[in-house]
């Protein structure tokens, strides 16, 4: 089944302890990102990544870092965790991003965090 | 380009539903992208046109001309169709200039029986 797999579903940690949520698609998928949602805010964007070792920043940056050493794999790590930071993170893939009518974005179920 | 749509709507159980989204600033090059988002689940994608109307097995969508806005349009809505959904506006990326996705804070949706 295509999809895309987040983990864990839920997580709490302390201000302070490094962690690293996970992100995996098997759907060969180009593009890769991370958002967090938040009540009123909607989906605003961490990181993205459009292949191999090549990422960018979306709009909510800071206090994040990711990596994508494989095409597969999109990690979203919090080095200090902060109470601020505490949010619903979702990641998601397309195909080709250039090819925007034949590439709807594929997200996870989420990952609630809570940073006390 | 960003968008604006209503915070909420409420309807009853087989009613026809209207969600309008707007968008000024759309490009050219850009699709407009619908999507639905149940309650502990990730958003997913529902419908995309260019202009005119689209129409699929869940839903339809109507672009003006000129195609500042957009229309997502529900059939018959039952009480499942309670959930947020997201009007999303964007091209090619490689064309816009940027590989960022903005979504807006969504349109709440709560069908009633």
């Known amino acids: 089944e295509a999809q895309v797999t987040q983990n864990p579903r839920y997580l709490i940690t302390v201000t302070g302890k490094k962690l690293t949520v996970t992100c995996s698609q098997n759907m060969n998928h180009e593009y890769m990102s991370w958002y967090r949602q938040d009540p009123g805010l909607g989906l605003r964007q961490i990181y993205y990544?459009?292949?191999?070792?090549?990422?960018d920043k979306g709009d909510v940056p800071e206090g994040y870092k990711v990596s994508r050493k494989e095409k597969r794999n999109f990690p979203l790590i919090l080095e200090s965790p902060s109470p601020n930071q505490t949010s619903l993170y979702f990641c998601?893939?397309?195909?080709?991003?250039?090819?925007?009518?034949?590439?709807?974005?594929?997200f996870g179920n989420g990952t609630r965090l809570t940073v006390t | 380009a960003k968008t604006t749509q209503p915070i909420s709507m409420d309807s009853y159980e087989g009613q026809e539903v209207n969600i309008t989204c707007s968008h000024n600033n759309i490009a050219t090059n850009d699709y407009i992208t619908w999507y639905q988002q149940f309650p502990s689940q990730g958003p997913r994608f529902i419908i995309q046109g260019y202009k005119t109307k689209v129409t699929n097995e869940v839903a339809s969508l109507f672009i003006p001309a000129d195609r500042k806005s957009s229309t997502l349009s529900l059939p018959r809505v039952s009480l499942s169709d309670t959930a947020v959904y997201y009007c999303?506006?964007?091209?090619?990326?490689?064309?816009?200039?940027?590989?960022?996705?903005?979504f807006g804070t969504g349109t709440r949706l709560k069908v009633l029986a």
């Open positions: 990544s459009m292949n191999v070792e090549v990422t």
């Open positions: 998601a893939s397309s195909l080709d991003p250039d090819r925007v009518q034949d590439s709807p974005l594929h």
């Open positions: 999303l506006v964007g091209g090619p990326l490689t064309l816009s200039g940027t590989y960022k996705y903005i």
